[in-house]
């Protein structure tokens, strides 16, 4: 028997045994003496054995009350009251006595069993090393085995041999005293010297069974003791370090990982998510990283091996998702419109990137997998941005009034109708969003996004000034001259004021001024400006085609055919300039700048002029004509009316058009005097008195212009 360090002693098991038996009996033998009272002067207490298990108060009483008078049931109260408190006295002086003998009893119990299992551990490990014996014995009948030096055995290995045999044991006792460094150090003295001692190594293999479960058991000790969120950092190292003696490296990184992440998670949760998300993704930011990289250093320090560190990164990665995740639910979870929400999303990224370095000081270099995920998220908000602007755009040019208002852009007068300023300003919006949120591998094609959805503007303005039923532009039949000049102003304030900011910032800014992107929306300049020109040819030669269909393409032969001699312009070339023409440029320049409105109006000039001067309907002359296709009245009345368009039109006449006039005054001039062989008999002067005279009487550009 092992000797335990307490001084055992020599007794009789049995013997006592039967000592403390027959003292505890009488004891309680003792205890249950009757209680002597004196109840003699009462014969009815007397008569009541209170003792009995046949006991019943409810007869007592009953047996109280038969015998119902005053006298009798106060002494019956008086004597069990007396009883209670001699009975009281007897049990403490029975407690006081017996104390001494209680404690003796149990202290010889708890001794007795103490040598019990001194003894049965005694047993079993005599047990244990006949049951070797008989497997070494079978060993080492094998032929081919050499044990024995001279035919013996020496003592030393035979020591190590019994020793070796007895391990499994010795390591459940020091595994239940939870002596795992002792545990251990012995597995591995005896793995040294079986490679040392051949004979060790064969007896060895008798116990290896026994002994591998030992070692499983006591891994799963040491497993549990490690899934433990609260271990400490000192146990967490001696815990591993035993885990990686036993050869449970690989089961010991795995464990410590997901200890620290169920760790990590824990501290997450008591975070509280509040309204200031940039406080929460910082203290989120700073759990998730300042976890990764404490237990980069823990698991360098515990787990040396390089093999090993693989198992780390994949963790490491993996914890950064789950972060890449939740940070995807905060940030893009909500609905991101306006440049104020994405400054937030690009501000709580930084914020994370800065808590990431970190990790880049230790040589950890994994954040690229947050900002991918990064990019495609924000690369999906902006793209749902672009396309619910684009959206809202068409929806609200479906809706227009084409109502132009006065707005302010950086101190910038604009009029802009209700669509135009959502346009400017979503388009102004986009581009500071790209500024200061989007990374620089993103511009490019959010640029691309960005010139697409103007481009669809342009389209939708076109189509909202004309239609291409039949081929051939002409203006919508509900829009009105004043609705178009809005539509023109909302052109021009994209293309020529709003595209040279965004190019100029494009220029300024690193971030913007990559790849291709300083290109794109410089030809999106270019472009928008010509859609702008475009659109303003489109108007004046649908309008001018509506102006000549509606009034000069009708019996005009006849009226310059006549002989009578004309008394003032023709009624259409007059409603041209105090009708039209002044009612536009009214309407114009509370919407258009001066110079804008003139060109307008000049281009309309011009196509109407044009198409007098040179078109088919009217004067274009053939000099094979036997007739003349003016009469005398007729010739005067054409040049009265060239002569009044030229004059009235002000500063709106292009030289073109001035020189049109003029020739076709001499052409026809020139034809008619050729035809009738007459001149014309009116001097300048008639011509000039008879256009002043219209000009003062009706509404004159000269008033604008």
């Given at each position: 028997?092992?000797?335990?360090?307490?001084?055992?002693?020599?007794?009789?098991?049995?013997?006592?045994?039967?000592?403390v038996g027959e003292s505890i009996t009488n004891a309680f033998k003792e205890r249950n003496k009757p209680i002597q009272l004196d109840i003699a002067h009462n014969t009815?207490?007397?008569?009541?054995?209170?003792?009995?298990?046949?006991?019943?108060?409810?007869?007592?009483?009953?047996?109280?009350?038969?015998?119902?008078?005053?006298?009798?049931?106060?002494?019956?109260?008086?004597?069990?009251?007396?009883?209670?408190?001699?009975?009281?006295?007897?049990?403490?002086?029975?407690?006081?006595?017996?104390?001494?003998?209680?404690?003796?009893?149990?202290?010889?119990?708890?001794?007795?069993?103490?040598?019990?299992?001194?003894?049965?551990?005694?047993?079993?490990?005599?047990?244990?090393?006949?049951?070797?014996?008989?497997?070494?014995?079978?060993?080492?009948?094998?032929?081919?085995?050499?044990?024995?030096?001279?035919?013996?055995?020496?003592?030393?290995?035979?020591?190590?041999?019994?020793?070796?045999?007895?391990?499994?044991?010795?390591?459940?006792?020091?595994?239940?005293?939870?002596?795992?460094?002792?545990?251990?150090?012995?597995?591995?003295?005896?793995?040294?010297?079986?490679?040392?001692?051949?004979?060790?190594?064969?007896?060895?293999?008798?116990?290896?069974?026994?002994?591998?479960?030992?070692?499983?058991?006591?891994?799963?000790?040491?497993?549990?003791?490690?899934?433990?969120?609260?271990?400490?950092?000192?146990?967490?190292?001696?815990?591993?370090?035993?885990?990686?003696?036993?050869?449970?490296?690989?089961?010991?990184?795995?464990?410590?990982?997901?200890?620290?992440?169920?760790?990590?998670?824990?501290?997450?949760?008591?975070?509280?998510?509040?309204?200031?998300?940039?406080?929460?993704?910082?203290?989120?930011?700073?759990?998730?990283?300042?976890?990764?990289?404490?237990?980069?250093?823990?698991?360098?320090?515990?787990?040396?091996?390089?093999?090993?560190?693989?198992?780390?990164?994949?963790?490491?990665?993996?914890?950064?998702?789950?972060?890449?995740?939740t940070f995807q639910r905060l940030a893009f979870g909500r609905d991101i419109r306006d440049l104020d929400s994405f400054i937030v999303v690009r501000q709580c990224f930084?914020?994370?990137?800065?808590?990431?370095?970190?990790?880049?000081?230790?040589?950890?270099?994994?954040?690229?997998?947050?900002?991918?995920?990064?990019?495609?998220?924000?690369?999906?908000?902006?793209?749902?941005?672009?396309?619910?602007?684009?959206?809202?755009?068409?929806?609200?040019?479906?809706?227009?009034?084409?109502?132009?208002?006065?707005?302010?852009?950086?101190?910038?007068?604009?009029?802009?109708?209700?669509?135009?300023?959502?346009?400017?300003?979503?388009?102004?919006?986009?581009?500071?969003?790209?500024?200061?949120?989007?990374?620089?591998?993103?511009?490019?094609?959010?640029?691309?996004?960005?010139?697409?959805?103007?481009?669809?503007?342009?389209?939708?303005?076109?189509?909202?000034?004309?239609?291409?039923?039949?081929?051939?532009?002409?203006?919508?039949?509900?829009?009105?001259?004043?609705?178009?000049?809005?539509?023109?102003?909302?052109?021009?304030?994209?293309?020529?004021?709003?595209?040279?900011?965004?190019?100029?910032?494009?220029?300024?800014?690193?971030?913007?001024?990559?790849?291709?992107?300083?290109?794109?929306?410089?030809?999106?300049?270019?472009?928008?400006?010509?859609?702008?020109?475009?659109?303003?040819?489109?108007?004046?030669?649908?309008?001018?085609?509506?102006?000549?269909?509606?009034?000069?393409?009708?019996?005009?032969?006849?009226?310059?055919?006549?002989?009578?001699?004309?008394?003032?312009?023709?009624?259409?070339?007059?409603?041209?300039?105090?009708?039209?023409?002044?009612?536009?440029?009214?309407?114009?320049?509370?919407?258009?700048?001066?110079?804008?409105?003139?060109?307008?109006?000049?281009?309309?000039?011009?196509?109407?002029?044009?198409?007098?001067?040179?078109?088919?309907?009217?004067?274009?002359?053939?000099?094979?004509?036997?007739?003349?296709?003016?009469?005398?009245?007729?010739?005067?009345?054409?040049?009265?009316?060239?002569?009044?368009?030229?004059?009235?039109?002000?500063?709106?006449?292009?030289?073109?058009?001035?020189?049109?006039?003029?020739?076709?005054?001499?052409?026809?001039?020139?034809?008619?005097?050729?035809?009738?062989?007459?001149?014309?008999?009116?001097?300048?002067?008639?011509?000039?008195?008879?256009?002043?005279?219209?000009?003062?009487?009706?509404?004159?550009?000269?008033?604008?212009?």
């Amino acid at each position: 028997m092992k000797n335990t360090g307490r001084i055992v002693r020599k007794i009789n098991p049995l013997n006592f045994i039967g000592e403390v038996g027959e003292s505890i009996t009488n004891a309680f033998k003792e205890r249950n003496k009757p209680i002597q009272l004196d109840i003699a002067h009462n014969t009815f207490l007397a008569e009541t054995d209170f003792y009995s298990e046949t006991f019943d108060h409810s007869d007592f009483v009953d047996g109280v009350f038969e015998r119902a008078n005053l006298p009798t049931v106060h002494d019956v109260l008086e004597s069990v009251v007396q009883l209670k408190l001699d009975t009281q006295q007897m049990l403490e002086w029975t407690v006081q006595q017996k104390y001494t003998n209680f404690i003796q009893a149990s202290n010889a119990i708890s001794n007795m069993e103490e040598d019990m299992l001194e003894l049965r551990n005694y047993f079993t490990e005599i047990n244990a090393i006949l049951k070797g014996m008989d497997k070494l014995h079978l060993n080492l009948d094998g032929p081919s085995t050499l044990l024995r030096m001279d035919g013996k055995l020496d003592h030393e290995t035979q020591t190590a041999i019994q020793e070796l045999l007895e391990l499994p044991y010795e390591i459940d006792i020091l595994t239940s005293e939870r002596l795992f460094d002792k545990a251990i150090g012995m597995i591995e003295k005896h793995d040294e010297l079986a490679q040392k001692l051949p004979q060790l190594a064969i007896a060895k293999q008798s116990i290896k069974e026994d002994l591998s479960i030992r070692i499983s058991k006591m891994a799963e000790i040491l497993i549990d003791d490690l899934q433990n969120p609260a271990i400490k950092k000192s146990e967490c190292d001696h815990v591993i370090s035993y885990l990686i003696r036993l050869g449970y490296s690989s089961k010991a990184s795995q464990v410590f990982l997901h200890t620290r992440s169920i760790q990590i998670n824990n501290d997450v949760r008591k975070l509280t998510e509040t309204f200031d998300l940039k406080s929460y993704i910082s203290e989120h930011s700073r759990i998730i990283f300042n976890g990764i990289s404490s237990t980069c250093d823990d698991y360098t320090a515990w787990f040396p091996d390089e093999k090993m560190l693989s198992g780390f990164s994949v963790w490491a990665v993996h914890e950064l998702q789950n972060f890449s995740l939740t940070f995807q639910r905060l940030a893009f979870g909500r609905d991101i419109r306006d440049l104020d929400s994405f400054i937030v999303v690009r501000q709580c990224f930084d914020i994370a990137q800065a808590h990431s370095k970190l990790l880049e000081d230790k040589g950890l270099s994994i954040f690229f997998y947050l900002k991918q995920q990064f990019h495609r998220d924000l690369r999906i908000s902006l793209k749902q941005m672009f396309n619910r602007n684009k959206g809202l755009m068409v929806s609200m040019i479906g809706e227009e009034t084409w109502d132009s208002k006065p707005v302010t852009d950086d101190e910038v007068r604009l009029t802009l109708t209700g669509s135009g300023s959502f346009v400017y300003f979503n388009i102004k919006q986009s581009v500071s969003v790209l500024s200061k949120v989007a990374v620089r591998e993103l511009v490019p094609t959010m640029t691309s996004k960005l010139v697409q959805q103007l481009n669809e503007y342009y389209i939708e303005l076109t189509l909202a000034v004309c239609n291409y039923d039949d081929e051939t532009p002409k203006l919508n039949a509900h829009i009105k001259d004043v609705q178009v000049l809005a539509i023109i102003s909302d052109a021009y304030s994209i293309s020529h004021q709003l595209l040279s900011k965004v190019v100029e910032e494009y220029d300024r800014e690193d971030k913007l001024n990559i790849g291709d992107s300083v290109k794109l929306v410089t030809d999106m300049r270019t472009k928008a400006k010509n859609e702008y020109k475009n659109l303003i040819s489109l108007y004046c030669r649908c309008r001018a085609d509506g102006i000549l269909a509606r009034k000069f393409y009708r019996n005009n032969t006849k009226l310059y055919g006549k002989d009578e001699q004309p008394k003032e312009p023709s009624d259409n070339f007059s409603k041209l300039i105090s009708k039209f023409l002044y009612q536009l440029a009214s309407d114009g320049l509370k919407i258009l700048k001066r110079k804008l409105m003139i060109s307008i109006i000049t281009e309309i000039l011009d196509h109407i002029i044009i198409s007098l001067t040179e078109g088919d309907e009217f004067w274009k002359f053939d000099e094979t004509d036997e007739e003349c296709r003016f009469g005398e009245g007729g010739i005067i009345q054409y040049i009265l009316d060239m002569k009044f368009i030229a004059s009235a039109s002000e500063n709106c006449l292009s030289e073109q058009s001035e020189q049109l006039i003029k020739d076709t005054i001499n052409r026809a001039t020139t034809y008619y005097e050729t035809k009738t062989g007459q001149k014309i008999n009116c001097e300048e002067r008639w011509y000039d008195r008879r256009i002043k005279n219209e000009k003062f009487q009706g509404d004159s550009l000269s008033e604008f212009f």
